[in-house]
């Protein structure tokens, strides 16, 4: 499966980015999808995930009142709606898809919040 990340930049902190992460098939085909991140000099996190069947989501408490993670299963495509954004939200952005203990991922996009 290939994942395509799009939609990060640079933003000034306070504002608003989404990004994208479209599926080569899909989005049912997976047991659950989600976005992590990965700053300079520190390991891969989780931000948010969505299940498929139930849509269920979970959210890194960073991120929770600020992020949303959504789907669109006709267009085979996830988003992440970033908003207030802080400096400490710079990092590479990776789009996750998992079926059961297979995971694919993402290029990675980058996003950059000045302050």
């Known amino acids: 499966v290939q994942l395509v990340e799009s939609g990060g930049g640079l933003v000034q902190a306070g504002g608003s980015l989404r990004l994208s992460c479209a599926a080569s098939r899909s989005t049912f085909s997976f047991n659950v999808m989600g976005w992590y991140r990965q700053a300079p000099g520190k390991q891969r996190e989780l931000v948010a995930t969505?299940?498929?069947?139930?849509?269920?989501?979970n959210y890194a408490d960073s991120v929770k009142g600020r992020f949303t993670i959504s789907r669109d299963d006709v267009k085979n495509t996830m988003y992440l709606q970033m908003n207030s954004l802080k400096p400490e939200d710079t990092a590479v952005y990776y789009c996750?898809?998992?079926?059961?203990?297979?995971?694919?991922w993402g290029q990675g996009t980058q996003v950059t919040v000045s302050s």
């Open positions: 996750n898809a998992r079926l059961l203990v297979v995971n694919s």
């Open positions: 969505i299940t498929t069947v139930a849509s269920s989501t």
